[in-house]
């Protein structure tokens, strides 16, 4: 089974997860005058913690309702 | 009162301030453009307790804050990428002030141009391929019948071995795909393979590539990853852009 997905849209929508690999990895490495290590911001770590929080909300949510 | 701040989103050449008049900046702040010395600064004006030290530390483990960031940054410079050659910066540039921002040009002034020069009439894209999910579903796996010690282990060491060839192969078609793709642009990057849990994809990915495709050529760029993509069926290859040239616009040569 050959797939070849082609996505070429004018406005070029980039993923999330591909403009934070870009965002927080490769882009230009200009310091500006607030310095901060953008290799320490851990996606894995970001995304699981704002599922956990989301399940969160929903169970106080269910919890409400009942 | 809350200070300000100055977030630099790309360093850019010739920005016409038409492509720019249809975006905004973060929460909405109107874009301006810091010309010096030929370079243009695009920027906006943002807050400091979110975007000073203290406040990126906290909001960068935010995921919905940093989607929301990432994406009106990526709208700027998409904006300023329709005028001509763009440097985007990374997330999260802060000056205080615009001497800071003329200072630092000053300084990398030098490399600016040449990643200017290296970026222009050129864009981005990206082409990932994945091996397929279960790339070495043992071919002969007798569930009944155990057999003997020696006749499980012969069978162990053979899935080993099966597995191991399939995990081989998925790396030697992700290095052909690379070199065949880099071969036929003016420079190239693997980036690090994206973890399963942020983008949902099945399978493994064995190649996160970066392309920086002259704009005339991209039509054969994208036939060549469509036949390297058939004479590969093991594998799924994904070919998205154009982007801006975001891996490219490295201040080092990449």
């Known amino acids: 089974m050959t797939e070849v997905e082609t996505r070429s849209e004018p406005q070029g929508q980039i993923s999330l997860v591909d403009l934070l690999d870009r965002l927080l990895g490769t882009g230009v490495v200009l310091a500006g005058d607030v310095v901060i290590s953008l290799a320490g911001v851990d996606l894995v770590g970001v995304r699981l913690h704002a599922l956990i929080t989301s399940v969160r909300a929903e169970m106080r949510a269910d919890g409400r309702d009942r | ?254």
């Open chain 2, 1 to 254: 009162m809350a200070e300000h701040g100055q977030y630099l989103y790309a360093v850019a050449r010739g920005v016409e301030p038409a492509a720019l008049s249809a975006a905004r900046g973060l929460h909405d702040q109107p874009l301006r453009v810091l010309e010096h010395r030929g370079l243009d600064a695009v920027l906006s004006t943002v807050d400091l307790d979110e975007f000073g030290e203290e406040g990126l530390h906290r909001n960068l483990e935010d995921l919905t804050w940093l989607e929301a960031v990432a994406r009106g940054h990526d709208a700027v410079v998409q904006a300023v990428a329709q005028s001509g050659a763009v440097a985007p910066m990374r997330l999260a540039t802060i000056f205080t002030s615009d001497d800071g921002v003329r200072g630092r040009l000053d300084e990398l002034y030098e490399a600016l141009t040449a990643a200017l020069d290296r970026v222009e009439g050129r864009h981005e894209w990206s082409v990932k391929v994945y091996a397929p999910e279960r790339a070495a579903e043992p071919s002969a796996a007798p569930t009944t019948a155990p057999g003997s010690g020696a006749d499980y282990l012969r069978r162990k060491k053979a899935q080993t071995l099966e597995k191991q060839t399939a995990e081989d192969d998925a790396l030697r078609i992700a290095d052909t795909v690379h070199d065949t793709l880099a071969a036929q642009c003016v420079a190239s990057r693997r980036l690090r393979p994206q973890d399963p849990r942020l983008t949902g994809h099945e399978g493994t990915m064995t190649l996160n590539g970066a392309y920086l495709v002259d704009d005339h050529l991209a039509g054969s760029f994208t036939e060549v990853a469509t036949r390297l993509a058939e004479e590969n069926p093991q594998s799924r290859v994904e070919v998205q852009g154009p982007w801006p040239p975001y891996s490219f616009a490295t201040l080092e040569q990449p």
